[in-house]
């Protein structure tokens, strides 16, 4: 579909060159908020996908040029916080509806964000509600109402309105408490900053949220994942290559966190105020594997655009002194963007774009703006309704999939270097090219599946 959208009202090109790709968003609230519209650069509807549910919060598109989105379940849900969802939907790139999943109960309830992943599933994160008794005996002081603590589920789509829960991580594992030493967590909190103080932060005043977890990007390399949360003012890395039964365990504490080392009692100065949006800058972009987040700012008003490189060790763990807090690489942080007309106090998000550039979304003031490395704003588009974070896609992203089985070095061939290639990686393998029938395992079904594709892709 080509046409203009109700939901476009201007778009600016400033100065400079942005980056030629496509742009996808929806409204959160309001009449248009089943929506989802793809514009190019002059601000033009290419494609819109309109659905029964009200979006949750920021949809994505995978290869294929396939949607995924995060929708509100029908009806009000058992547990009502901000920006609840618990349905995700994927429709092609025609608009064929083809998947609906849901996943709430009386005591899940996912909201916020979703993350697709490269094997084809999905990364949800939502509520697990823990009653006010259960709180107190975690250690929780003053408290009067339930408590719902942050989970994180990964679904794999198993029918058109079905999925399995595949892997799973509750933060509720990972709590520890110094004012009753009689309970089970009981610790020195600086001493353990791979652990969350129970008695951190302030609950919602109208429900149990705690941590309000806003976002979450996968690391297929790294096989970890990254989340915000607005109410603590921290991000958080936790690993995702562990069993289900390994994350209830230690290997599932924090790998790494940073924002404020207030929360586990180690000196040093509050950077985030609000954080929403983070993720890992992607492999081929200026900056890879650098951590990029949206710093609301409400403490002083004026929203930041942070990248810093987080301290990597050669195991996957990150580098903390024993009585420091964790910080980012001495020398490779920065306020990348700052600018005294660009402050969301809540939404917002930000991404880098393959030439260089940055796309910001200041959701409450409805303005999707991108900005050249030397903070120069390249292009602007204004909408009608406030959204969560516009997310930018090369065009590629429309063209349908490889179909080329057995390519395991992705050169468009099937020969004996896919071969070669598999035999190196023998054995166990998560996340591997040389894992060609995607199983978790390279051996001969992968050599037997490279045979019968054998010759240039289809």
Request: hydrophobic residues 35%; aromatic residues 8%.
């Amino acid at each position: 579909m080509i046409g203009h959208s109700c939901l476009t009202l201007t778009m600016m090109v400033i100065a400079g060159s942005p980056f030629d790709g496509l742009t996808l968003f929806n409204p959160i609230h309001g009449p248009q908020s089943n929506r989802t519209v793809l514009i190019n650069n002059d601000g033009d509807v290419l494609h819109e996908w309109i659905g029964a549910s009200t979006i949750a919060s920021t949809p994505y598109l995978v290869p294929g040029g396939v949607l995924v989105r995060p929708c509100r379940i029908p009806g009000q849900p058992a547990m009502d916080g901000a920006a609840y969802g618990g349905r995700v939907q994927k429709f092609s790139l025609e608009g064929e509806l083809l998947w609906d999943f849901t996943f709430a109960d009386e005591d899940n309830q996912p909201h916020h964000d979703i993350c697709p992943m490269p094997n084809g599933n999905v990364l949800m994160v939502a509520w697990e509600r823990k009653s006010q008794q259960e709180g107190q005996q975690a250690g929780r002081l003053n408290l009067t109402t339930e408590i719902w603590p942050t989970q994180i589920v990964e679904v794999e789509p198993t029918g058109p309105e079905s999925g399995e829960i595949v892997w799973e991580w509750h933060l509720w594992d990972h709590i520890i408490q110094d004012v009753d030493p009689n309970l089970p967590n009981y610790g020195v909190v600086s001493e353990h900053p791979e652990k969350l103080d129970i008695n951190a932060g302030s609950l919602h005043p109208n429900n149990g949220d705690w941590v309000h977890v806003n976002a979450l990007d996968y690391h297929p390399e790294l096989d970890q994942i990254v989340m915000s949360s607005n109410s603590l003012n921290e991000i958080y890395i936790i690993d995702h290559s562990i069993s289900t039964e390994e994350a209830a365990g230690p290997a599932g504490d924090f790998l790494y966190r940073w924002g404020s080392p207030a929360n586990y009692d180690r000196p040093g100065a509050q950077v985030l105020f609000n954080v929403h949006g983070v993720n890992w800058i992607d492999p081929g972009m200026p900056g890879e594997e650098n951590l990029l987040l949206f710093n609301n700012g409400n403490d002083d008003n004026s929203s930041d655009l942070i990248e810093f490189v987080p301290p990597l060790l050669p195991d996957g763990t990150y580098a903390i002194d024993d009585t420091l807090p964790f910080e980012p690489v001495p020398g490779d942080y920065a306020f990348f963007y700052e600018s005294p007309d660009f402050h969301g106090d809540h939404l917002c998000g930000v991404y880098r774009l393959p030439n260089g550039n940055t796309i910001a979304t200041d959701g409450p003031s409805r303005e999707i703006r991108e900005v050249d490395a030397d903070g120069n704003i390249v292009w602007q588009h204004f909408t009608s309704q406030r959204l969560m974070r516009a997310v930018k896609y090369d065009d590629s992203i429309l063209d349908p999939p490889n179909d080329c089985a057995g390519d395991a070095d992705n050169n468009g061939e099937v020969n004996v270097d896919d071969i070669l290639m598999v035999i190196a990686s023998w054995g166990p393998c998560a996340n591997c090219d040389g894992d060609v029938d995607g199983d978790g395992e390279i051996g001969v079904d992968d050599v037997l599946l490279i045979i019968s594709n054998w010759g240039p892709c289809r």
